[in-house]
Structures are given as C-alpha cells and as structure tokens.
C-alpha cells in the first residue's frame, strides 16, 4: 500500500499507509487529520487544502480548471497548493508529503 505523510499545522508529521484509490480528504478524515473538506469532496469549496511538498508536486497532474478556480478561494496559497479532493493516491504516489495550512477560510459559510 502506498504512503502518504502529512505534515499537520505544527510541524507533526503523520505518515499513513492507505489503499490506493483513496482522496487524500478521505485517508485525513479516516485518519482524524485536521481537514475540513466542508462540501463533502465534491470540489465546491477550498477547505480541504493542502500544500504538496515542492520535491513532489511534478509526481501529480496539474490541475483541471475547476481546481485551479477552487484554489484561488483558498488561504495562504502557494504555487503547490492542491485540493486533498482531488489527489487520488496511488501506488506511484507512494511517499508523498503534504503539508496542512495554517489555517482554512469557508467562504460558503457552512
């Protein structure tokens, strides 16, 4: 099974072992990681934002333009920053690092 670290918001690295197939939304919320993902994954809000590792980011596909238009809503952008839900994990992803932001905005207010 591939691995995923996730680097928490004070400085905690947590490595996971996941199945392949998983969203990194969905190892953080199986693994009681701090991500919020308020619109449930679907790709309608920026709270499950993350920051991939800059050694990483040329592993995954760059995003789609609706990724791109969620992102812009997110805080503390950088130019890693990616949706956890739609960073599929898989096998060739194994090792991949992602940091938490410090802190998330819900602009749709749920």
Not at 74 to 88: E, H, K
């Amino acid at each position: 099974m591939p691995r995923v670290t996730f680097v928490l918001t004070d400085g905690t690295r947590q490595e996971i072992e996941a199945a392949a197939g998983a969203t990194l939304l969905q190892i953080a919320w199986d693994n009681r990681i701090d991500i919020e993902g308020a619109c449930g994954g679907v790709m309608a809000c920026s709270t499950c934002h993350v920051i991939v590792d800059p050694a990483h980011i040329g592993r995954l596909q760059l995003p789609d333009q609706e990724e791109d238009e969620m992102l812009d809503l997110a805080w503390g952008l950088t130019p890693t920053s990616r949706l956890g839900c739609q960073i599929v994990l898989t096998e060739a992803l194994d090792g991949l690092v992602v940091s938490l932001p410090a802190e998330t905005h819900n602009l749709l207010g749920g």
